[in-house]
């Protein structure tokens, strides 16, 4: 097993949570107060498992000796080596605004692979590209990041 600078699991936030179970409340109040229950069991069931499905939804983040690899919700993998990394800075973004929320996220300002928070590390490629890494822990990963590009 390669040596690994820096290592980090995140889980989306639980506001996510509350407000899927919410909307599956006011879907069964709704449907029960108009006489309508068999109607609303379906759209129950579904923010149900939608609500499953992003409890066990993670990203994890990964840099080692070859590059930084990133693997988020159940199908989205990425590695990037270090040779096709120019820099790597700590940033605060706005998730809704510059990437249209969480998640993997393909945009104008490039592609994005974040779960919560407002923090993460912008990457600019060799290519031109840019990447944003969604991070609790930014400071650290970019410290890990120039490890690897410098060894």
């Known amino acids: 097993m390669t040596e690994r ?3 980090e699991t995140q889980r989306f936030g639980v506001w996510i949570y509350g407000v899927l179970i919410g909307l599956a ?3 069964g109040f709704i449907g029960g107060s108009v006489g ?3 109607a609303t069991t379906a759209p129950i069931v579904l923010l149900i498992a939608a609500t499953v499905f992003f409890a066990a939804a993670r990203q994890e983040t990964v ?3 070859e590059g930084v690899r990133i693997k988020t919700l159940y199908f989205v993998r990425r590695f990037i080596s270090y040779t096709d990394i120019v820099t790597a800075e700590a940033v605060t973004y706005r998730p809704l605004g510059d990437f249209g929320g969480w998640g993997y996220r393909l945009s104008a300002n490039g592609k994005a692979y974040n779960m919560r928070g407002d923090r993460g590390v ?3 490629l060799v290519d031109g590209g840019r990447v944003l890494i969604g ?3 930014p400071d650290a ?3 890990a990041l120039y ?3 410098n060894r």
Do not use: H, N, P, W
């Open 122 to 124: 912008q990457l600019t």
């Open 25 to 27: 409340g006011l879907i």
């Open 135 to 137: 991070s609790q822990r």
């Open 147 to 149: 490890k690897g590009m």
């Open 36 to 38: 309508a229950a068999s």
């Open 63 to 65: 840099a080692d000796r």
């Open 5 to 7: 600078y820096f290592e």
């Open 141 to 143: 990963l970019v410290a």
